[in-house]
């Protein structure tokens, strides 16, 4: 069995609406191993994007730890949570969030210039992953210029640019037609059998769910494991 | 593809709003970068104004003081009634004082010279010979106004001259003499040495030594008139008292005019001295006032676009924090921005500012005043002076290159300055929020 590369204890989410608190994570818990492909599925509003951002250190719990390689995120401050970012985590969003003043290539750059890498090994990976997401063709090419599905196996790039822990995708699928869906589920699916990627993806779509080794629904706040 | 790149890139990206930015700072640039020169400029035009008016404020109290200062002692004219060829002649005569008896006038206080002349009517034809005393050097070079003044042949009279004499034009022309030749006068012989030209005012003299005046006249030891200096314009009235308290005969006439002249023109020279300090204070202060406006102007500017900006790139913002920007990083990506844009401004402000700044200087600042010319006329009877009226002038600026210099270092002062806050406030946008804008 692979080790523990994520393992979430009691996380609570509560956000304060006025008086109201609405609270879409209670005491839930769950275990990841490197090199697993997990789906999540579940009501809109129960919760998903919030479990995500806070695996994601996009958030803060509550309550409760998460542990990404044995580290606490819910105890990092600031000035250390951008490092888990920048070297653990690789997301990819529904609508992609390419930066539109940059060029595929430089898209895939950015995240690797952020972690202080150098031009030329930059562009050599830059290149590199492109060419495994089937782009090498529109390296130049800016957002604008690519079809939709493009533009997701372009974010996909980034995401894997600096070989994260996880890859945590919310709903990559969402926005794109029956052709390209296929084709991001079964690059994904790729990525995690021939190079061991760990991916957690949000979907509502079970066909889309179903290429994945294991299916979790969300819903009430807990976590509860579809048995195969 | 580092952060500069995304700093152009996204400036260029928006090209129309770019491009008002650049022209509304890069006018406030040209501006900011004319005041400094524009001041220098103004105030050395005033400030030229001012030595003129000093210098020509000197000069006009050493000439029109000299004759301001000067007053004449006489006896009252007497009536004398002599035979003529056909009836009995009434003429006024001025009686002639011993110099002897005056000598006290020398030591009233505040009296510089006491000066004794000599005039006397010739009856042959009606000119006067005026004796002047030529032993002193010292007196004549301190008051050459005692000498004839408009000599337009030969020489003036000079100290110790004897036997010698200056002659009116008219006199010269009635005599039919020419300087060098001889004339003969009251019975004696004299060198014409040189000519006085005809003026307004002056006198049909025949100016000569006073001992040589007194010796054909018959009237050694003796003066029509003493002409006494005091020491400044202020003490006038206070000699002409004591003169009269010691000598109660004697009528003094002081230069009244003159006098209120010279009293009326040190006011005007401070006047103008007053108003050219004014204007060059003036000058600096609304030009420090204008440059704080600009700069709070343009920090506004560059605040209020660099605001909007990160308001609309919010979902960028997340975007680069969920891969791993850091806080400084996004801080240091929009204060970029902000300062990139003011500098692009900044260098098109320096070539506006470079053809401009003189056009700009003229609107922007009070003109210098400068002055337009000061007149002093001499004529027969006294020096006049009269200093000029002070006028607005417009100046002329050039950028050089350390305002070059200074320009560039100050727009991306300004840059800073502006887009601190809008770029504080990027590096604290919440990426799960940021991630939820639209
Ligand atoms: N910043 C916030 N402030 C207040 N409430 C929030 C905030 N973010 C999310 N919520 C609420 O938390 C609940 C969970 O939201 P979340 O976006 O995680 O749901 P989801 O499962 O991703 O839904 P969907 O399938 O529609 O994307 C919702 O009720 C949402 O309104
Ligand atoms: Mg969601």
């Given at each position: 069995m692979n080790e523990l590369v994520l393992k979430i204890e009691n996380l609570t989410k509560t956000y304060k609406l006025g008086k109201r608190d609405v609270q879409p994570l209670i005491d839930l818990n769950l275990e990841v191993r490197r090199g697993e492909f997990t789906a999540i599925m579940g009501p809109s509003g129960s919760g998903k994007t919030t479990l995500l951002n806070l695996i994601g250190c996009l958030d803060k719990p509550t309550s409760g730890s998460v542990l990404i390689d044995n580290i606490d995120?819910?105890?990092?401050p600031e000035s250390q949570l951008y490092k888990i970012r920048r070297d653990k985590i690789g997301f990819i969003f529904q609508n992609f969030n390419?930066?539109?003043?940059?060029n595929a290539r430089e898209n895939v750059e950015l995240a690797m210039e952020l972690a202080g890498k150098f031009k030329g090994q930059r562009k050599q990976r830059a290149l590199e992953l492109l060419a495994t997401v089937g782009l090498s063709e529109r390296e130049q090419h800016r957002p604008q210029r690519l079809s939709q599905g493009e533009q997701q196996r372009v974010a996909i790039a980034r995401a894997l640019a600096n070989d994260p822990a996880i890859i945590l995708a919310d709903?990559?699928?969402?926005?794109?037609?029956k052709n390209s869906k296929q084709e991001i589920v079964k690059l994904l699916a790729n990525l995690n059998q021939k190079q061991g990627a760990t991916i957690i993806m949000v979907t509502h779509d079970e066909h889309i769910a179903a290429s994945a080794e294991r299916i979790l629904f969300l819903s009430d706040g807990k976590i509860q494991e579809k048995q195969a | 593809m580092g952060i500069l790149t995304r700093a152009t890139r996204n400036i260029a990206r928006r090209k129309t709003r770019a491009l008002l930015v650049i022209v509304a700072l890069s006018l406030a640039l040209a501006m900011i970068v004319s005041i400094p020169p524009s001041i220098t400029a103004s105030q050395e035009a005033t400030q030229k104004t001012i030595d003129n008016l000093t210098t020509a404020a000197k000069i006009v109290a050493s000439t029109v003081n000299m004759a301001a200062t000067q007053m004449d002692c006489n006896l009252p004219l007497t009536l004398r009634t002599d035979a003529g060829p056909y009836h009995n002649e009434t003429t006024f005569e001025r009686p002639l004082m011993n110099i002897t008896e005056y000598s006290?006038?020398?030591?009233?206080?505040?009296?510089t010279y006491v000066v004794p002349v000599l005039e006397q009517r010739a009856y042959d034809w009606p000119y006067t010979v005026y004796g002047v005393p030529l032993d002193d050097a010292t007196l004549l070079s301190s008051?050459?106004?005692?000498?004839?003044?408009?000599?337009?042949a030969g020489r003036n009279l000079q100290a110790g001259d004897s036997g010698v004499v200056v002659l009116h034009e008219r006199i010269a022309n009635h005599f039919g003499v020419a300087v060098g030749e001889t004339v003969n006068i009251f019975g004696r012989d004299f060198e014409v040495v040189g000519i006085e030209g005809q003026e307004?005012?002056?006198?049909t003299y025949a100016t000569m030594s006073l001992s040589d005046a007194q010796a054909i006249t018959n009237?050694?030891?003796?003066?029509?008139t003493f002409i006494v200096f005091a020491d400044s314009v202020d003490n006038v009235y206070a000699v002409k008292e004591q003169i009269v308290g010691a000598y109660p005969k004697l009528t003094v006439t002081i230069a009244q005019t003159l006098l209120n002249q010279v009293y009326q023109m040190q006011r005007q020279t401070n006047e103008q001295l007053q108003q050219a300090h004014e204007t060059m204070n003036q000058i600096e202060s609304t030009g420090i006032v204008e440059m704080g406006i600009i700069t709070i102007a343009d920090s506004a500017i560059i605040l209020f676009i660099m605001l909007y900006t990160v308001r609309e790139r919010t979902k960028e913002i997340g975007t680069l924090k969920a891969l791993g920007a850091s806080n400084t990083t996004i801080l240091g990506q929009f204060m970029l921005e902000g300062v990139l844009l003011s500098l692009i401004a900044g260098i098109v402000g320096i070539v506006i500012g470079i053809f401009g700044a003189t056009s700009l200087a003229n609107i922007l600042l009070p003109q210098p005043i400068t002055q337009t010319g000061i007149g002093i006329t001499t004529s027969g009877s006294g020096t006049w002076g009269g200093s000029g009226s002070l006028t607005a002038a417009s100046i002329s600026v050039t950028i050089t290159p350390e305002l070059m210099l200074f320009g560039l270092g100050f727009s991306v002062l300004l840059g800073a300055l502006g887009s601190l806050y809008p770029a504080w406030r990027a590096a604290r946008i919440r990426p799960a929020e940021a991630m939820r804008y639209e």
């Amino acid at each position: 069995m692979n080790e523990l590369v994520l393992k979430i204890e009691n996380l609570t989410k509560t956000y304060k609406l006025g008086k109201r608190d609405v609270q879409p994570l209670i005491d839930l818990n769950l275990e990841v191993r490197r090199g697993e492909f997990t789906a999540i599925m579940g009501p809109s509003g129960s919760g998903k994007t919030t479990l995500l951002n806070l695996i994601g250190c996009l958030d803060k719990p509550t309550s409760g730890s998460v542990l990404i390689d044995n580290i606490d995120i819910a105890r990092l401050p600031e000035s250390q949570l951008y490092k888990i970012r920048r070297d653990k985590i690789g997301f990819i969003f529904q609508n992609f969030n390419l930066l539109p003043y940059l060029n595929a290539r430089e898209n895939v750059e950015l995240a690797m210039e952020l972690a202080g890498k150098f031009k030329g090994q930059r562009k050599q990976r830059a290149l590199e992953l492109l060419a495994t997401v089937g782009l090498s063709e529109r390296e130049q090419h800016r957002p604008q210029r690519l079809s939709q599905g493009e533009q997701q196996r372009v974010a996909i790039a980034r995401a894997l640019a600096n070989d994260p822990a996880i890859i945590l995708a919310d709903e990559p699928t969402g926005n794109l037609d029956k052709n390209s869906k296929q084709e991001i589920v079964k690059l994904l699916a790729n990525l995690n059998q021939k190079q061991g990627a760990t991916i957690i993806m949000v979907t509502h779509d079970e066909h889309i769910a179903a290429s994945a080794e294991r299916i979790l629904f969300l819903s009430d706040g807990k976590i509860q494991e579809k048995q195969a | 593809m580092g952060i500069l790149t995304r700093a152009t890139r996204n400036i260029a990206r928006r090209k129309t709003r770019a491009l008002l930015v650049i022209v509304a700072l890069s006018l406030a640039l040209a501006m900011i970068v004319s005041i400094p020169p524009s001041i220098t400029a103004s105030q050395e035009a005033t400030q030229k104004t001012i030595d003129n008016l000093t210098t020509a404020a000197k000069i006009v109290a050493s000439t029109v003081n000299m004759a301001a200062t000067q007053m004449d002692c006489n006896l009252p004219l007497t009536l004398r009634t002599d035979a003529g060829p056909y009836h009995n002649e009434t003429t006024f005569e001025r009686p002639l004082m011993n110099i002897t008896e005056y000598s006290n006038l020398t030591y009233v206080q505040h009296v510089t010279y006491v000066v004794p002349v000599l005039e006397q009517r010739a009856y042959d034809w009606p000119y006067t010979v005026y004796g002047v005393p030529l032993d002193d050097a010292t007196l004549l070079s301190s008051y050459p106004i005692l000498l004839p003044a408009n000599i337009t042949a030969g020489r003036n009279l000079q100290a110790g001259d004897s036997g010698v004499v200056v002659l009116h034009e008219r006199i010269a022309n009635h005599f039919g003499v020419a300087v060098g030749e001889t004339v003969n006068i009251f019975g004696r012989d004299f060198e014409v040495v040189g000519i006085e030209g005809q003026e307004a005012l002056n006198t049909t003299y025949a100016t000569m030594s006073l001992s040589d005046a007194q010796a054909i006249t018959n009237t050694t030891g003796q003066a029509s008139t003493f002409i006494v200096f005091a020491d400044s314009v202020d003490n006038v009235y206070a000699v002409k008292e004591q003169i009269v308290g010691a000598y109660p005969k004697l009528t003094v006439t002081i230069a009244q005019t003159l006098l209120n002249q010279v009293y009326q023109m040190q006011r005007q020279t401070n006047e103008q001295l007053q108003q050219a300090h004014e204007t060059m204070n003036q000058i600096e202060s609304t030009g420090i006032v204008e440059m704080g406006i600009i700069t709070i102007a343009d920090s506004a500017i560059i605040l209020f676009i660099m605001l909007y900006t990160v308001r609309e790139r919010t979902k960028e913002i997340g975007t680069l924090k969920a891969l791993g920007a850091s806080n400084t990083t996004i801080l240091g990506q929009f204060m970029l921005e902000g300062v990139l844009l003011s500098l692009i401004a900044g260098i098109v402000g320096i070539v506006i500012g470079i053809f401009g700044a003189t056009s700009l200087a003229n609107i922007l600042l009070p003109q210098p005043i400068t002055q337009t010319g000061i007149g002093i006329t001499t004529s027969g009877s006294g020096t006049w002076g009269g200093s000029g009226s002070l006028t607005a002038a417009s100046i002329s600026v050039t950028i050089t290159p350390e305002l070059m210099l200074f320009g560039l270092g100050f727009s991306v002062l300004l840059g800073a300055l502006g887009s601190l806050y809008p770029a504080w406030r990027a590096a604290r946008i919440r990426p799960a929020e940021a991630m939820r804008y639209e």
